[in-house]
């Protein structure tokens, strides 16, 4: 019973670049979380998603990021020309129900140089 | 808007002692859930322990126990028996719906 899973576990990009992060929730769970957590801070959350539905942005930037979560495959957060303070650890939980505890993923670190 | 805070940005604890974390909230909820996650050095967010709102017993996982003041908004953390590898950044946590809203985060350091 594979926990929720992500990938890559750490990414390095260059200023301007583009990151995409993936996540693969637990069986069974249609309900996806981004959370953002900086250095020496707790996890702050981003955006809240539903198989093609987004259902919560209201911790997203407004611009740059952006997510998915298609009816065939993982969600995606996707960070278009990423800047110095994009530089954070990135993590993905899933839930069965939308209103339990969440189950998270080992996180994606992200450094832009 | 939700808000938690966690008062202790680090506590410290010799082996096989007793600890308390301590945490408060803020909500307009009136159903709601909270949690306790543990965070190693290895970054993973491990869910320690959860209480539901509308339940009055305070929650219980082996060494770990809260005690839940609804009325008082408080959910402190209490960890029996000590040991080496509970030593982790702790952090609490409220859900009320579609976000889990958490605390600063509390640094346990456990001591031989």
């Known amino acids: 019973n594979a926990g929720v899973m992500q990938n890559p576990r750490h990414l390095v990009r260059r200023r301007g670049q583009e990151a995409r992060l993936r996540c693969s929730p637990m069986?069974?769970?249609?309900?996806v979380y981004w959370y953002r957590q900086l250095p020496e801070e707790g996890l702050k959350f981003m955006v809240y998603?539903?198989?093609?539905?987004?259902?919560?942005e209201s911790g997203m930037p407004k611009e740059r990021f952006s997510a998915e979560f298609p009816k065939e495959g993982p969600s995606i957060l996707r960070i278009q020309q990423v800047v110095r303070g994009d530089s954070a650890a990135y993590f993905c939980?899933?839930?069965?129900?939308?209103?339990?505890?969440?189950?998270f993923g080992p996180g994606t670190r992200l450094t832009v140089l | 808007a939700q808000t938690v805070t966690q008062s202790q940005p680090e506590m410290s604890v010799q082996e096989a002692e007793t600890v308390t974390l301590s945490c408060t909230y803020d909500?307009?909820?009136?159903?709601?859930?909270l949690f306790w996650y543990k965070q190693p050095p290895s970054r993973q967010m491990i869910l320690v322990i959860r209480?539901?709102?509308?339940?009055?017993q305070n929650a219980t996982e082996n060494r770990f126990s809260v005690n839940f003041q609804k009325a008082a908004k408080s959910f402190s953390l209490k960890i029996s028996d000590s040991q080496l590898g509970d030593a982790a950044m702790y952090f609490c946590?409220?859900?009320?719906?579609?976000?889990?809203?958490f605390g600063g985060g509390t640094r346990l350091m456990v001591k031989p």
């Open positions: 939980a899933s839930s069965p129900t939308g209103y339990n505890e969440q189950f």
């Open positions: 209480q539901e709102a509308y339940k009055q």
């Open positions: 069986k069974g769970h249609s309900h």
């Open positions: 909500t307009s909820e009136s159903d709601y859930y």
């Open positions: 998603l539903q198989k093609e539905n987004i259902i919560d």
């Open positions: 946590a409220h859900n009320a719906g579609n976000m889990l809203t």
